[in-house]
């Protein structure tokens, strides 16, 4: 990380104001270096990040896309009639030669306003999903209207199915890490339901299902709430918004906040879907997202927990048989831990079908 010299340095790049007098690591994401950014009153002023530049390779793309999304969600607010928009939506700061980020010549930065009295959550709970069924709803029917093309995949293929097959089929091909006969059972599994979990590519190229705007990474920990009321500020983390299918978004927040289990759980009777989580999210998300949803998006969002659940299972063990190349690793099983885990839960899904699919219902 840099000195604290060189990170006011960055800052002043910005078009900051008050006397800022420290930068300080901040909070436990994953991808980019986050830090808080406080003035000399004590006051946390701006959050600083460092762009992983290894991740996202576009950064003109991926802050282009951010300007996008957050100037069409602060334009709806106003239009709502809403008040304190800079605690609803996140402000990004421009440089002081205007550009949206700033390269110091090895590393891409940022710098947003901070969102005073928030918190965020990282348990899951029935009541907290159906918050983050409405947030994530309303997000997406904020940018329902924006044109498709208007943004770029920030990662490439991200949830595209087909892709994440590819990768699969060219890793048994390859098999180069000679673990191809230990995991031959799991690749039966996979080949199985290949056909099945690629509907949605085959829905939209016969025109019967719509990219939209997704946040495509909808977790709970992605919500800013006020510390005071509870009540739903802002959606957070905004790399991952980009073009894909509405099944993908409630999917992924199936699979990970549905799952009674961890994702790379040892004891496997621990992992089940939880429907309780399953149904106070869908009513949240059906509540403010089910005016721009078509009855066929509708219909398959319990598809969408299969689907993702599906797919993170194919890439775990894609990387298992390349000899761990892509995701972090604890110990020379994990990624085979993890696969188990996922299928596992693929499987709950896959007994609860009947039940999700009949609880949307009510909405058709």
């Not at 495509?216 to 918004?241: E, R």
């Not at 509405?246 to 992992?271: C, H, K, P, Q, Y």
């Not at 999210?281 to 997202?289: K, N």
């Amino acid at each position: 990380m840099k000195t604290k010299e060189q990170l006011m340095q960055i800052l002043d790049q910005f078009q900051t104001e008050g006397n800022l007098v420290s930068a300080e690591p901040f909070g436990n994401g994953h991808i980019n270096d986050t830090l808080k950014v406080t003035d000399d009153k004590g006051e946390i002023k701006y959050v600083l990040q460092r762009i992983n530049h290894n991740i996202f390779t576009n950064v003109e793309m991926l802050q282009n896309n951010i300007h996008i999304v957050t100037s069409q969600i602060r334009k709806k607010l106003e239009e709502r009639g809403e008040t304190d928009i800079d605690r609803k939506v996140l402000n990004f700061l421009p440089t002081k030669e205007g550009k949206r980020y700033y390269f110091d010549g090895d590393s891409y930065w940022r710098v947003c306003l901070f969102i005073p009295n928030s918190k965020s959550y990282e348990e899951v709970t029935p009541e907290l999903s159906y918050e983050a069924g409405k947030a994530f709803g309303d997000f997406q029917s904020m940018l329902a209207d924006l044109p498709e093309g208007a943004l770029g995949e920030t990662i490439p293929n991200f949830h595209n199915m087909e892709f994440r097959l590819e990768q699969f089929h060219d890793a048994v091909k390859a098999n180069p890490a000679g673990r191809l006969e230990e995991v031959k059972d799991l690749v039966e599994e996979i080949e199985k339901r290949a056909k099945a979990m690629c509907i949605q590519e085959d829905l939209y190229r016969a025109g019967k299902l719509k990219k939209r705007t997704n946040h495509c990474d909808t977790k709970v920990n992605n919500i800013m709430f006020d510390a005071n009321t509870q009540k739903v500020l802002c959606v957070i983390d905004l790399d991952t918004v980009m073009p894909g299918f509405v099944l993908s978004d409630i999917g992924d927040f199936i699979r990970t906040g549905a799952n009674t289990g961890a994702e790379d759980d040892e004891n496997l009777e621990n992992v089940n879907v939880n429907m309780d989580i399953f149904k106070a999210y869908t009513r949240g998300y059906m509540e403010t997202a089910k005016s721009f949803l078509s009855p066929t998006e509708i219909q398959m969002l319990p598809y969408g927990g299969r689907l993702l659940t599906y797919m993170q299972t194919v890439r775990f063990l894609t990387d298992y048989i390349n000899g761990d190349t892509y995701y972090k690793i604890h110990s020379p099983k994990h990624n085979l831990q993890r696969t188990k885990a996922q299928f596992k839960l693929l499987q709950s899904l896959e007994e609860h079908a009947a039940e999700m699919d009949g609880f949307m219902k009510e909405w058709l």
